[in-house]
C-alpha cells in the first residue's frame, strides 16, 4: 500500500502546474456551492425573520373598505368592528374551532412618548392579554400585560427594549413613569420578540384602557386569535373562507370583497413562504452543482490525458502480471487523492468566510430606525450540506479516474507496449 501511495504522490509532482489548475477548479467549484448556500440560507433568515413577530397558529382580521356594492349598500362603505360585533365573531370562532387567544387591537400610530426631555414616537397598541403568546414575546426585564391590567383599566405600560435605551439610556425602566399623549404610564415590563422584529417596536397598553382613554368612539382596528388543532395550510385556508362568509353576513359586505376584509392566515402564509424559499435553494443547488461540474469535467480531462500518457506503462504492467483491478485502483486513487485534498480546502475556505461573515453581522449594531428590515442574516451551511458536497466530490473523483482506467486496461499488452 505504501508503495501504492509513493507511485501516486511521484505522479502528482511530475505534473505540478497541471495538477494545481484541476485541483483549483475543483476548489473554486465547492468553494462557490457553500457561498451560494450559505447566502440562500442568509436571505431565507433574513426574511423569515421578519414575520416571526407572530406565531404561526394565529389569524387575523383587518376590515378595510368596500370595493364592490352589496344587497343595496354602496362600495366605498368602511367596514368597522364594535363591541357587539367582537362578542359575536368571539362566539362563532369557538363555534368552528377551538380557539386558545383572542385579543381585539386598537393602533394609534406614530404616538408619542416621552421621559423627561427625551422623547419617541412609535404605533401605541391597546391589546388583551394572551396578545403577548400570539406575538411571541419574552420578557427581557418586568412582566408583561395581564388580566388584572385590562380590568381594572390600569395605566401601565411596556416597551421595545430600543424604546426602553432611547428613552432611559442605562437607567432601569421598570417602575418609572412615561408621558404618553399628555398622560403617565407606569412601565411594567421590557419585552422582545423571539426570532427578532427589526421593525416591530410598538409599545402596549391594556386594550380596555386603550379605549377608554384614547378611542371613547369604539374604532377598533384589528382582531386576532390563536387556534389549535389547524396543521395544515388547507385546513388554515379553509377555515379562513368560513371566517370570511361568517363576517360577510355580520358585516354585510361581498364576501369576494377582499378589500372590505382583509384576513391574514398565518399558516398559509408560512408554508407559501417555505414553498418559495425551497424553490430558491433548488435553483441555488443547479448552479454551485454545475459549477462542481466544471471542476470534474476538468479533472476527468487530466485523467484521460494521465492514463493516455501511461498507456505504454500500464501495457507492461499487465504483461509483468499486474491485474486490471490494480491498474484501476492506482488511477482512480490518484484521481480521489486530488479531488479530496482541493475539495477539502474549497470547502474549508467556503466554510470560513461564511462563519467570518455571519460573526461579523451578528456582532455589528442593529438598525434601530422605523423602517428596518432584515433581508440577510446567519449566511452559514449545515455541516450536512457541507459533508454531502464531499461526497459528491468523491463520487465524482471515483468515475473521473474509473472510466479512462478501465478503457486503458482492456488494451492488450502488446498493442499498449506499441502506444506513443
Not at 356594492?69 to 357587539?84: H, T
Not at 418586568?142 to 411596556?158: C, T
Amino acid at each position: 500500500m505504501k508503495d501504492l501511495w509513493t507511485e501516486i504522490f511521484i505522479a502528482i509532482r511530475a505534473n505540478k502546474l497541471r495538477t494545481c489548475l484541476t485541483g483549483f477548479s475543483i476548489a473554486w467549484g465547492i468553494f462557490m456551492l457553500i457561498l451560494l448556500l450559505a447566502s440562500g440560507n442568509g436571505l431565507r433568515n433574513g426574511m423569515l425573520s421578519n414575520f416571526n413577530y407572530m406565531s404561526n397558529n394565529t389569524i387575523s382580521f383587518y376590515p378595510g373598505v368596500t370595493s364592490k356594492p352589496y344587497r343595496g349598500w354602496q362600495s366605498g362603505r368602511e367596514i368597522r368592528f364594535s363591541a357587539n360585533d367582537l362578542d359575536f365573531i368571539k362566539q362563532q370562532i369557538q363555534q368552528m374551532v377551538e380557539m386558545t387567544n383572542f385579543s381585539p387591537i386598537y393602533n394609534l400610530w406614530s404616538s408619542s412618548i416621552s421621559y423627561g426631555d427625551i422623547s419617541a414616537s412609535e404605533t401605541l397598541s391597546g391589546v388583551c392579554p394572551g396578545f403577548d403568546k400570539m406575538r411571541n414575546m419574552y420578557v427581557v426585564s418586568g412582566r408583561l400585560l395581564d388580566e388584572s391590567d385590562e380590568r381594572e383599566y390600569r395605566k401601565v405600560i411596556i416597551l421595545h427594549p430600543k424604546t426602553a435605551e432611547t428613552l432611559f439610556k442605562t437607567e432601569d425602566p421598570i417602575g418609572k413613569y412615561v408621558n404618553l399623549q399628555g398622560l403617565l404610564f407606569k412601565v411594567v415590563g421590557v419585552y422582545d420578540i423571539k426570532g427578532g422584529s427589526g421593525w416591530n417596536k410598538s409599545y402596549y397598553i391594556p386594550f380596555s384602557t386603550s379605549q377608554k382613554i384614547f378611542n371613547p368612539g369604539g374604532y377598533i382596528t384589528d382582531v386576532t386569535f390563536a387556534i389549535s388543532g389547524i396543521e395544515t395550510a388547507a385546513q388554515s385556508e379553509a377555515l379562513s373562507n368560513k371566517l370570511r362568509r361568517m363576517l360577510s353576513a355580520r358585516m354585510q359586505f361581498d364576501p369576494d370583497d377582499k378589500n372590505a376584509m382583509w384576513i391574514e392566515d398565518r399558516m398559509s402564509s408560512y408554508e407559501q413562504s417555505q414553498v418559495i424559499f425551497n424553490g430558491i435553494s433548488l435553483f441555488i443547488w443547479i448552479i454551485g452543482i454545475g459549477t462542481l461540474i466544471a471542476g470534474v469535467v476538468g479533472i476527468s480531462n487530466i485523467m484521460l490525458i494521465t492514463v493516455k500518457e501511461r498507456t505504454k506503462e500500464f501495457g507492461i504492467r499487465k504483461a509483468l502480471g499486474a491485474t486490471p483491478s490494480s491498474i484501476i485502483k492506482l488511477v482512480v486513487l490518484e484521481s480521489l487523492t486530488i479531488t479530496l485534498l482541493f475539495g477539502y480546502i474549497g470547502m474549508l475556505l467556503g466554510v470560513a468566510l461564511t462563519e467570518t461573515v455571519a460573526k461579523l453581522m451578528s456582532s455589528a449594531p442593529v438598525e434601530s430606525g422605523d423602517n428596518s428590515f432584515n433581508m440577510f442574516m446567519n449566511p452559514t451551511v449545515n455541516l450536512n450540506v457541507a459533508i454531502a458536497a464531499m461526497a459528491i466530490l468523491v463520487l465524482a473523483g471515483v468515475i473521473a479516474g474509473y472510466i479512462p482506467a478501465h478503457k486503458a486496461v482492456k488494451i492488450k499488452p502488446i498493442e499498449a507496449m506499441q502506444a506513443k
